[in-house]
């Protein structure tokens, strides 16, 4: 059975940090390109981050380039993304995403969707003082 599970979301206050992790099982974590994504209160989904299977290559949306870190370990099949400087805007439920397209594209194809084979239940985080 493929399971994404994600934790670390928690209530914190705005230029705090907090880091997201999901923990993968069921499939060959290490084939695939991750992504998170989130989707804040009465908004649809938004794409934040994507890591190749590898681990050596990432892309982020503008909205949090300079602030999140996506990274990956392989050997203990995890994802992580570390949030520093968060905002308000940042409240939402964050999701991971496994996509089993091979190759490693530009941050457009990551923003579609429909392409991901695997999503987890999300974490909250929220943003607040």
């Known amino acids: 059975e493929v399971q994404l599970v994600e934790s670390g979301g928690d209530l914190v206050q705005p230029g705090g940090s907090l880091r997201l992790s999901c923990a993968a099982s069921?499939?060959?974590?290490?084939?695939?390109?991750m992504s998170w994504v989130r989707q804040a209160p009465g908004k649809g989904l938004e794409w934040v981050s994507a890591?190749?299977?590898?681990?050596?290559?990432?892309t982020y949306a503008d909205s949090v380039k300079g602030r999140f870190t996506i990274s990956r370990d392989n050997a203990k099949n995890t994802l992580y993304l570390q949030m520093n400087s968060l905002k308000p805007e940042d409240t939402a439920v964050y999701y991971c995403?496994?996509?089993?397209?091979?190759?490693?594209?530009?941050?457009?194809?990551?923003?579609?969707?429909?392409?991901?084979?695997?999503w987890g239940q999300g974490t909250q985080v929220t943003v607040s003082s």
């Open positions: 995403a496994a996509d089993s397209a091979r190759g490693w594209y530009g941050s457009s194809y990551y923003t579609r969707m429909d392409q991901y084979d695997y």
């Open positions: 069921g499939f060959t974590f290490s084939s695939y390109v």
């Open positions: 890591i190749n299977s590898g681990g050596d290559s990432t």
